[in-house]
């Protein structure tokens, strides 16, 4: 069973810049793909990116150019780097793993959860 702590969330003024750390324990990271999701209020569970255990890089249309996922093997620990963050960027940000080198893009996709970690962005 992999546990995921999110950490990093905090206000923030548009424009500027954020980075989110999710540490894992328990289960082999290194062979985990990762992900971030978001979640506003009234809003579905959104995906933002993703990282597969080769380093593969994925993101969604909405954060391209502006967020890096990336990933410390020997931390077992996934980033993400959020710059020129807008009022839309606002949510709760979460972590997500799965076993094996599939690229996690839907909440359905992943296996484990973090609990989630507050980012709000002020105009």
């Known amino acids: 069973q992999v546990q995921l702590v999110e950490s990093g969330g905090r206000l923030v003024q548009a424009g500027g810049s954020l980075r989110l750390s999710c540490a894992a324990s328990?289960?082999?990271?290194?062979?985990?793909?990762m992900a971030w999701f978001r979640q506003a209020p009234g809003k579905e569970r959104e995906y933002v990116a993703t990282?597969?255990?080769?380093?593969?890089?994925y993101y969604a249309d909405s954060v391209k150019g502006r967020f890096t996922i990336s990933r410390d093997n020997a931390e077992n620990t996934v980033y993400l780097q959020m710059n020129s963050l807008k009022a839309e960027d606002t949510a709760v940000y979460y972590c997500?793993?799965?076993?094996?080198?599939?690229?996690?893009?839907?909440?359905?996709?992943?296996?484990?959860w973090g609990q989630g970690t507050q980012v709000t962005v002020s105009s």
């Open positions: 990282i597969t255990w080769r380093g593969n890089t």
């Open positions: 997500a793993a799965r076993s094996g080198g599939v690229p996690i893009m839907t909440p359905s996709a992943a296996s484990y």
């Open positions: 328990r289960g082999t990271f290194s062979t985990y793909s």
